[in-house]
């Protein structure tokens, strides 16, 4: 004797089905309507929809980052066992661990600038193809910036500082150029789980974890959902 679902399972089932649809559609990068674009604009309009996708892309490259960096600090901290059950670094596997956290913070940093860079394209874009322009709601675009704009503030000067490392030690007047008032220079250094370095004269900082990643996805989100 078999067994039929009842109508109520029948419903759980199929609300379960929806709900996994929905989840879904929302992790794809929405696309344009071709057909309704006019040629001259098809260009400008495949540049907005490249940009909403790679949207995606940095933030999984950060995601990335983030995991070299909890693995490399597990890593660090585990060591080996020393003498009288002391815990100490082996000096291979410190130096490795180390030069590892130091790819994910420069990773990281770039990719919180890749991802600031497409976003701000996705504006430019559709500057550029009004028919796709004028479904937007430009308010809720610029808000979606200015989020992603308050969460990495230094992301430009940031970016700037890890491309160009080794600049701030070419000579006397480029050390002098790039050390704070406290005359500490710092370069790809980590307290905790926040990335620091100098640059200009300034600390720049910000934070390679969960929080950091939550804030690129809530702004990719936003713009997604503005071409839904």
Same mark, same amino acid.
């Given at each position: 004797? @078999?067994?039929?679902?009842?109508?109520?399972?029948?419903?759980?089932?199929?609300?379960? #089905?929806?709900?996994? +649809?929905?989840?879904?559609?929302?992790?794809?990068?929405?696309?344009?309507?071709?057909?309704? $674009?006019?040629?001259?604009?098809?260009?400008?309009?495949?540049?907005?929809?490249? #940009?909403?996708?790679?949207?995606?892309?940095?933030?999984?490259?950060?995601?990335?980052?983030?995991?070299?960096?909890?693995?490399?600090?597990?890593?660090?901290?585990?060591? !080996?066992?020393?003498?009288?059950? +002391?815990?100490?670094?082996?000096?291979? #596997?410190?130096?490795?661990?180390?030069?590892?956290?130091? $790819?994910?913070?420069?990773?990281?940093?770039?990719? !919180?600038?890749? /991802?600031?860079? *497409?976003?701000?394209?996705?504006?430019?874009?559709?500057?550029? #193809?009004?028919?796709?322009?004028?479904? $937007?709601?430009?308010?809720? =675009?610029?808000?979606?910036? %200015?989020?992603?704009?308050?969460?990495?503030?230094?992301?430009?000067?940031?970016?700037?500082?890890?491309?160009?490392?080794?600049?701030? +030690?070419?000579?006397?007047?480029?050390?002098?150029?790039?050390?704070?008032?406290?005359?500490?220079? !710092?370069?790809?250094? /980590? $307290?905790?789980? *926040? /990335?620091?370095? *100098?640059?200009?004269?300034?600390?720049?900082?910000?934070?390679?974890?969960?929080?950091? =990643?939550?804030?690129?996805?809530? @702004? %990719? %989100?936003? !713009?997604?959902? +503005?071409?839904?």
């Amino acid at each position: 004797m @078999t067994n039929t679902p009842n109508s109520e399972q029948m419903l759980r089932e199929v609300q379960t #089905c929806l709900e996994d +649809l929905v989840a879904a559609r929302a992790a794809m990068p929405p696309r344009l309507d071709f057909a309704t $674009i006019p040629a001259a604009e098809k260009d400008a309009a495949s540049s907005v929809e490249l #940009c909403l996708l790679n949207l995606e892309h940095f933030v999984r490259s950060f995601q990335s980052a983030a995991s070299l960096f909890d693995y490399s600090f597990r890593r660090l901290r585990e060591g !080996i066992q020393g003498p009288d059950g +002391l815990v100490l670094p082996e000096p291979r #596997c410190d130096y490795q661990s180390r030069g590892w956290m130091g $790819i994910a913070g420069r990773d990281g940093a770039m990719s !919180i600038y890749h /991802f600031g860079v *497409t976003a701000a394209g996705v504006r430019s874009g559709l500057g550029l #193809c009004r028919s796709v322009g004028a479904r $937007i709601d430009h308010k809720e =675009l610029r808000a979606a910036l %200015r989020e992603f704009e308050q969460g990495f503030p230094a992301y430009v000067a940031m970016r700037d500082a890890v491309a160009h490392s080794a600049d701030r +030690l070419l000579s006397p007047s480029k050390l002098r150029e790039h050390t704070p008032a406290n005359n500490v220079v !710092i370069a790809d250094g /980590f $307290i905790g789980s *926040t /990335f620091t370095t *100098t640059w200009e004269g300034k600390a720049l900082s910000y934070d390679l974890s969960q929080p950091s =990643l939550n804030k690129l996805e809530s @702004t %990719r %989100r936003r !713009i997604w959902n +503005l071409f839904r």
